[in-house]
Structures are given as C-alpha cells and as structure tokens.
C-alpha cells in the first residue's frame, strides 16, 4: 500500500480518478509545469492550498482525500514525509524507481 501510495505521489497519470477529477484543473492551473517528478501534483497542491486559485471542487476534494491517503501512509508505514514541496521534489528526483 505504501509503494503504491509513493507512486501515485511521482506521477499523477498513476493515479486515474485524480488524473479523471484534475485534468481540466491541470491545463488551466499547471499548463506551463513540466510533467514528471512529481511537479504536477505539486504544482495542484499547491493551488489547492492557494485562496487565488480558481479549482474545480472536485478536483479540490481528491487532492483531499489524496492528502489524507499520503498522510496515513506516513503515519502507518513510517514513509518519511517531506517538510516541503521542494524536499518531495528532490525525493522524487533521487528516488532509484523514478
């Protein structure tokens, strides 16, 4: 479940029903972000959390529940979560299964 959850982290298309409730929100929010290593979750999350951006609730409401998913991951699994964005980014950029 842990891996599983780590994958869907790296890349959205990993992940059908995000991809499915986001990909409007992901041409309008994150057209310019360059897919891979995370960037677009990253970048969706980060509009999210964004009181500017205009986001689709469903979308709003995945990242969510996605949220909550990463978060019992690392509780459970003792995944080690990242302090930021950035630090997610270099995990992800060093990871050996990128």
Known sequence: IARRVEETMIDI???????EACSMDMQRLCRDV???HSRIIMCLMEAAESSNAQMSPSCRNMLADRNKLWMKAHQQYQMAWPESWHEAYNLVATHPHK
């Open 34 to 36: 360059v897919p891979g």
């Open 13 to 19: 298309h990993l992940d059908p029903p995000l991809l």
